[in-house]
């Protein structure tokens, strides 16, 4: 899991969100409470071993869900931004992402060495992989690559 730094105030902060705010409305409605906008920015560098900056926008409070990584937007700002090679099968997770704006390139692969398959990813576009699969995703275009990242919580 790559270090994660909560960013709550700041230019830095500022800037990740009136950037996404451009493309979406950061605001949820879960059930049975007040309409609100996101719960905490996270900032990831290198994630998974991939190279620059992402950014998980999280819409929801830790134990508000059955897991808390069920909903967040994923933000990649720059081209060349990337969450390296992954896979959820420690969490028995799988994993769903909605493409809202930009575009990326998303390659899959069976294990460590396996060969990789190739997306590249527009507003519109979703992609599911099983828990065992490898994945990563990076930013190819010159405007920010927003994900909704949905995940399945299998203990």
Excluded: C, W
Aim: aromatic residues 8%; charged residues 25%; without cysteine.
């Amino acid at each position: 899991m790559p270090d994660t730094v909560i960013l709550s105030e700041g230019a830095e902060f500022d800037h990740v969100i009136q950037e996404v705010s451009k493309y979406i409305n950061l605001y949820v409605m879960a059930f049975e409470k007040e309409e609100r906008t996101i719960t905490r920015l996270e900032k990831r560098e290198n994630m998974y071993g991939g190279n620059g900056t992402v950014y998980m926008i999280q819409m929801f409070e830790q134990k508000e869900l059955a897991n808390n990584r069920l909903a967040a937007y994923m933000v990649l700002l720059n081209k060349g931004d990337e969450s390296g090679f992954h896979t959820h099968n420690q969490r028995n997770e799988q994993e769903l992402y909605v493409v809202i704006h930009g575009t990326g390139e998303y390659r899959e692969r069976t294990g460590t060495e396996g060969a990789i398959r190739k997306k590249t990813l527009q507003k519109g576009d979703i992609t599911a992989i099983n828990s065992i699969g490898y994945h990563s995703v990076e930013n190819i275009g010159d405007e920010p690559l927003i994900m909704f990242v949905i995940t399945t919580n299998n203990p």
